[in-house]
């Protein structure tokens, strides 16, 4: 089936520092790949929509200056938390699908602590 | 899904009870709608889906039912077991729209 990955699973960084966050679609082309964000006992909330290619589409209230994603292949995009706060701290979750018919299939999450 | 809240509704069972988790939805427009488990720490998991033209599905011990009347959806858990522990999330899809997530209700099963 469909496996996607997540990298690092935790990481903790100081405030101020940028932390880079991985996911890839390991057995599959993701034309699409989404990034969600997650408060502890909370809900997932949509972040942004990446398209292999082409910009990231930001949900309302996203800073995009803040939060940068990158898609570079269709198998990876990177969400870059830029001058972390600890307010940043939050579960960091990537959805892949490889196309509109697909079902999404989720990574494990991320993990941020910043300090 | 709803809006999210801060605080996640909790159903406590026995194993081997059947669980009822249940979801409602806003957008009268939903077609697709999917049910997640979450496991603490881990990324959601899918379990079953339904779409609009369908108000009833069966999987491996779980259903899943969709009233479009009143936009709800509720999926059933039979005999519960203690691995069924977890968040269970409904997320629903209209047309060109994202996935939307509700607010998650945890199951929790005693032995």
């Keep these: ?115 | 899904g709803e809006s999210v809240g801060l605080h996640l509704p909790t159903l406590s069972v026995q194993e081997g009870d059947n669980s009822i988790i249940n979801c409602a939805y806003s957008n009268s427009a939903s077609d697709y709608f999917i049910w997640y488990k979450q496991e603490s720490g881990k990324g959601p998991q899918f379990i079953i889906d339904i779409r609009s033209n369908m108000d009833k599905r069966q999987g491996q011990r779980v259903t899943v039912l969709l009233n479009k009347t009143v936009k709800h959806l509720s999926l059933q858990i039979a005999a519960t077991q203690p691995g069924d522990s977890a968040v269970y999330f409904c997320a629903d899809y209209s047309g060109y729209s994202t996935l939307t997530f509700g607010k998650g209700t945890m199951l929790l099963v005693s032995p």
């Design chain 1, 1 to 115: 089936g469909a496996v996607v990955s997540q990298h690092p699973s935790w990481v903790i960084c100081k405030s101020g520092t940028s932390v880079k966050i991985e996911c890839r679609s390991l057995d599959f082309q993701a034309t699409t790949m989404f990034w969600y964000r997650q408060f502890p006992k909370q809900s997932l909330m949509l972040m942004a929509t990446s398209n292999e290619g082409s910009k990231a589409t930001y949900e309302q209230g996203v800073e995009k200056d803040k939060f940068l994603i990158n898609h570079a292949s269709l198998t990876l995009s990177t969400l870059t938390v830029t001058s972390a706060h600890p307010e940043d701290s939050s579960f960091y979750i990537c959805s892949a699908e490889k196309d509109s018919s697909d079902v999404l299939t989720f990574g494990a999450g991320s993990r941020l602590t910043v300090l």
